[in-house]
């Protein structure tokens, strides 16, 4: 009898012993792949705080005439000259 509860308790600790070493084995993968994702996000945030730097500075009216006029565009009644390179 002493010896089935014996085998039955290293059974037991191999056992839990086994799910520990797969918990760990898990434990890696998902760090692994945590460690990709951010790798990913950080270029992502940075471009996107530089879209939104854009996007505030356009809120303001000088901002967009001047990038309008940068772009080609004219006010009414203003006479745009394109100049052509020779080659």
Do not use: C, H, W
Request: glycine share 6%; no cysteine.
């Amino acid at each position: 009898m002493r010896f089935v509860l014996y085998a039955l308790t290293v059974v037991a600790v191999g056992a839990l012993a086994f799910q520990l070493y797969r918990l760990a084995v898990k434990k890696g993968e998902l760090e692994r792949e945590l460690a990709a994702i951010e790798a990913k996000i950080a270029p992502l945030a940075k471009e996107n705080g530089k879209l939104e730097n854009d996007l505030s500075s356009l809120k303001d009216s000088d901002t967009v005439l001047r990038e309008l006029r940068r772009a080609g565009y004219a006010a009414p009644g203003e006479k745009v000259y394109v100049i052509i390179p020779k080659r």
